[in-house]
């Protein structure tokens, strides 16, 4: 009896110490130097009065980074290429912001002038997300845990899809709906 006692002590010592050195060993990504892509809009999304003030304490303390899976690709049918930028915390809450940055509209002056990349789409208030591209449309996929579920595994995620609007220069939703999670 006294070393099941004795075992117990130890389980419950052992498990906060492993859980205290876990916390301590920074990630890679954290401590990687930014690229100039994530330089740049790190800088881009302070310096913008339209963000949360939720993203810039997670830039500035940088308890996130802007995600290095951020990239290049059109997905306002233009032709020219834009600027998907996610958001990430060094910690478990994943993907917590998606931006789109976009030339789209603008158009060079015969002098030269210069198109500069601009915020037309925000999501602020992500966790866990994941995102999928087809074409235009944009599907933002975060956990929908139930009662039982396993936290790395939700039998559900919450899909809502954004397709660009010309027109109105920015996504809107055209989806919101429940699909199974897969591994």
């Not at 930014?34 to 939720?54: E, G, W």
């Not at 931006?99 to 789209?104: A, D, N, P, R």
Request: proline residues 5%; positive net charge; hydrophobic residues 40%.
């Amino acid at each position: 009896m006294r070393d099941h006692v004795a075992m117990r002590r130890a389980r419950a010592t052992v498990l906060p110490v492993a859980l205290l050195v876990a916390l301590a060993i920074p990630s890679a990504a954290a401590h990687a130097a930014p690229t100039p892509s994530q330089t740049v809009f790190t800088q881009k999304l302070i310096d913008d009065p339209a963000t949360t003030s939720a993203v810039k304490s997670v830039l500035t303390t940088k308890a996130g980074i802007v995600d290095p899976r951020s990239g290049f690709v059109d997905v306002t049918g233009d032709g020219r290429q834009d600027a998907l930028v996610l958001v990430s915390t060094t910690g478990a809450a994943g993907a917590v912001a998606l931006y789109v940055f976009s030339t789209h509209g603008q158009k060079a002056g015969d002098t030269g002038d210069q198109t500069s990349l601009k915020v037309v789409f925000r999501l602020q208030s992500l966790y866990r997300a994941t995102l999928r591209i087809s074409g235009t449309t944009l599907s933002v996929l975060e956990p929908r845990w139930s009662p039982g579920d396993d936290l790395c595994c939700p039998k559900k995620l919450r899909e809502r899809d954004y397709a660009f609007d010309a027109k109105k220069v920015t996504f809107v939703r055209t989806a919101d709906h429940d699909v199974a999670f897969t591994k």
